[in-house]
């Protein structure tokens, strides 16, 4: 009953692609070069953790830049610049808030419309360039270079059009991509991996796909950073877009997993959420409770988690081809 459905929504995702492809829908520019991390569905296929490795490689290079993103399901109205402390201030998203708590000092604005956070981060702010978090649907915002990311453990129904599946708009979209991202390729099943790559590799220009895996970098505590050896078993708790492969790769860097309670990707928790976390803590017989960065950013205000909450703090670990990656944005923002 969807698939009928699905042709209309790509239909219209067609026509809106040919509006601004033949100059009748008007495109900003701004006066840095724009980076879009995005994707073709809907969902979490990775993509923070992907903003995160640029901004830190341009950090690292002393290269100053700024992030703008919608703000997904944050409680402002005009274009805000994200805290570092989310407490302070209107909370302005996971994702960004998550960022701006790992990169204080970089510029972190967002609003639904991305032409309206990039012009007012540039007025406030010295930057060299501007990575624009899940904007390759944005396009009334110009960007330099398409990064396009596909999570590897997700079925290959997720490719059909929304709603009888996740596509945003049809597969055809990936010839505006410059890049295309293949993520948790160790936490995929090895047939489905062999998909993906040979759905995306039409895409993945001369040079190929560029993959990356997840790694967990470190535990520790996200009240004072002490950092967590391995060991008990811990209680895990996520909402998240894959809750599944957070257990997976926590489980595969031997982490034993007593149970996990999951929430829908950016879920507000509440007060009796954490008397339910804390029962099931007690029921297992764990001491711990291990989440995401990006959920982090919320229970980390519960006063009753502060001596059993944990943060999984995760890393990338690219192929050969990120080097190409990293060139071609040197090149552009230097």
């Known amino acids: 009953m969807l698939t009928p459905l699905s042709w209309i929504y790509n239909a219209g995702m067609r026509v809106r692609n040919w509006g601004f492809e033949q100059g009748f829908v008007r495109c900003e520019k701004l006066s840095v070069p724009v980076i879009s991390v995005g994707?073709?569905?809907?969902?979490?296929?990775?993509?923070?953790?992907?903003?995160?490795?640029?901004v830190q490689w341009s950090v690292g290079e002393k290269i100053p830049v700024g992030v703008i993103s919608r703000g997904y399901k944050g409680d402002f109205i005009r274009v805000t610049r994200v805290p570092s402390d989310p407490n302070r201030e209107a909370f302005c998203g996971d994702e960004p808030t998550m960022l701006a708590r790992q990169f204080p000092q970089v510029p972190i604005y967002v609003h639904p419309d991305r032409v309206s956070a990039g012009r007012s981060l540039l007025e406030e702010n010295q930057v060299r360039w501007i990575v624009a978090d899940d904007a390759f649907q944005h396009r009334r915002l110009h960007r330099d270079l398409n990064l396009v990311v596909f999570d590897a453990t997700a079925p290959l129904w997720h490719l059909r059009g929304l709603p009888a599946g996740r596509a945003r708009e049809p597969l055809s979209g990936l010839e505006r991509a410059d890049f295309v991202i293949l993520t948790k390729t160790n936490l995929a099943n090895p047939e489905l991996l062999q998909q993906w790559r040979e759905v995306l590799s039409p895409y993945g220009g001369e040079e190929g796909l560029v993959e990356c895996e997840y790694q967990v970098q470190e535990l520790s505590s996200p009240i004072d950073s002490t950092k967590i050896q391995k060991g008990n078993k811990v209680w895990l708790v996520s909402g998240i877009g894959n809750p599944r492969a957070f257990e997976d790769l926590l489980r595969s860097s031997g982490i034993s997993v007593a149970g996990h309670t999951v929430f829908a990707d950016h879920h507000a928790y509440t007060p009796k959420d954490m008397i339910d976390l804390l029962s099931?803590?007690?029921?297992?017989?764990?001491?711990?409770?291990?989440?995401?960065?990006?959920?982090?950013?919320?229970?980390?205000?519960?006063?009753?988690?502060?001596?059993?909450?944990?943060?999984?703090?995760?890393?990338?670990?690219w192929n050969r081809q990120r080097e190409k990656l990293i060139n071609e944005i040197d090149r552009l923002v230097r």
């Not at 569905?41 to 953790?49: E, I, Y």
């Not at 803590?281 to 006063?303: A, M, N, P, Y």
């Open 280 to 317: 099931s803590l007690k029921q297992s017989g764990t001491t711990q409770i291990v989440t995401t960065s990006k959920d982090v950013t919320k229970l980390r205000g519960f006063e009753e988690l502060s001596q059993v909450l944990v943060e999984a703090k995760l890393g990338l670990k």
């Open 39 to 54: 994707n073709l569905t809907a969902g979490g296929t990775g993509k923070t953790p992907i903003v995160a490795d640029l």
